[in-house]
């Protein structure tokens, strides 16, 4: 025995690494238990009586034979499988995962499937290592979303807990707690009050068919802007969404932008025209291409802005609508007040609500100026007086300060002016 151990060890050594997991172990110790007894020459130790010298093997021949026998264990094990190719194609590759490659623990039947159809091994091991790759990306993925699920519901239960102990403190306090919640209501009260008795704001949305997709995105963009903006002033104006035609490029946008809180909106959308639902003397058509420069703002009045993103220079096109409805029209005085260098001086939808909701609530021209970007000019001209003893004189009403300090209608002025 001592001298079959002498010449199995190095053969051993080469067929089963040390470094071998416990399955790959069973693996090969079967298949050197059934290989053994008839690969292995009887070995007998030699006669004490006996003289002649023990039999010689050679080394290289006892590693060639062990290896074709591995080879052919496996060429065996895999064309037991031929009947069924997917089967067969499964176990080797579990072989292979054991055996320590890089290829993945689960995979479906459609990429068994691509596997079958790549020729060469290579490929095949290529297909398998970018299997095998995205599986541990979505394993990772899956433990940082688990983890920031564990720390987010932690600090949900501190919050809750402090939360628990200010109210505990503050339950015998004089005033109430201003929640958002509430701040949310008070909005949609003020909203409510404006689709009654606010002055109307016209979105004319007839130039869908002027537009590309990625305009007409941008422009959805700026309306919604728009509308938050309006929502969360003071004095909002009740806007108003002409000729929006139901299978429009606008109307899948707004309703892809919204989803459910499209109506819910407190705001009137409409196919009908703005000529059919106002009379033509009360309406302004806001367009940069008017000739006619805007003085003051007309709370008599009702105001359009074309739902237009120009980025192909189309000059005149709102101006031609308007021309052709027999509309007046105006433009903001941005030459009058701000030192203008060179470029157009288009402004975006959300930029000319806020210009707009600034000049309804303090009519002064400064202040309103200042939502225009500063790259675009170098700074403000002149501002006539009457301009400034307006605002100083709104200011020092008693309607800008009929709100007590304190109350909700303060806070919510307060926020909105910031």
Known sequence: MSISITFLSPFARHLVPFTLHRKRRDIYSTVLRRYMSSKIPAEFCPNKESTSPPEQLELDGWK?????????????????????????????IEMWRLLGREVPEHISEEELKTIMEHASK???????????????????????????????????????????????????????????????????WIGAQAMQFGQPLVFDMDYDHFMKQKELTNTISQIAESEGWNRRNVDPFHIHFCNLKIDGGYYRELVKRYGE???????????????????????????????????????????????????NMQRGTTLANAKRLKLATEC??????LQ???????????????????????????????????????????????????????????????????????HIKKRWLE
């Open 122 to 188: 290579s490929s095949k091991t290529k297909y398998l290592r970018y299997l095998y790759v995205k599986e541990k990306l979505k394993k990772a993925k899956q433990i940082r979303k688990e983890r920031k699920a564990a720390a987010k519901e932690e600090v949900k239960k501190s919050k809750l807990s402090e939360t628990t102990e200010e109210e505990e403190k503050q339950h015998n306090f004089l005033f109430l707690r201003l929640w958002n919640r509430h701040i949310n209501f008070a909005m949609d």
């Open 340 to 410: 203008w260098e060179s470029g157009n001086k288009n402004l975006t939808l959300d930029q000319v609500m806020r210009i707009l909701l600034c000049l309804k609530n303090n009519g002064s021209w400064e202040e309103a100026l200042k939502f225009v970007p500063r790259r675009k000019h170098s700074g403000y001209m002149e501002i006539p007086q009457n301009s400034q003893q307006f605002t100083k004189t709104l200011k020092k009403s008693k309607a800008f300060h009929s709100f007590p300090e304190g109350s909700l209608n303060s």
């Open 261 to 311: 809180k499209w109506g819910k909106l407190l705001l009137t959308a409409t196919e009908k025209s703005y000529v059919d639902l106002f009379p033509k003397d009360s309406l302004i058509y806001l367009t940069a291409d008017s000739p006619n420069v805007m003085t003051t703002f007309k709370h008599d009045k009702i105001y359009i802005i074309g739902s237009f993103v120009d980025r």
């Open 64 to 92: 060639t034979t062990m290896k074709s026998s591995v080879e052919e264990v496996v060429s065996t094990f895999s064309s037991s499988k031929d009947e069924d190719p997917l089967t067969a194609t499964r176990e080797l």
């Open 332 to 337: 903001l005085p941005l030459d009058k007040y």
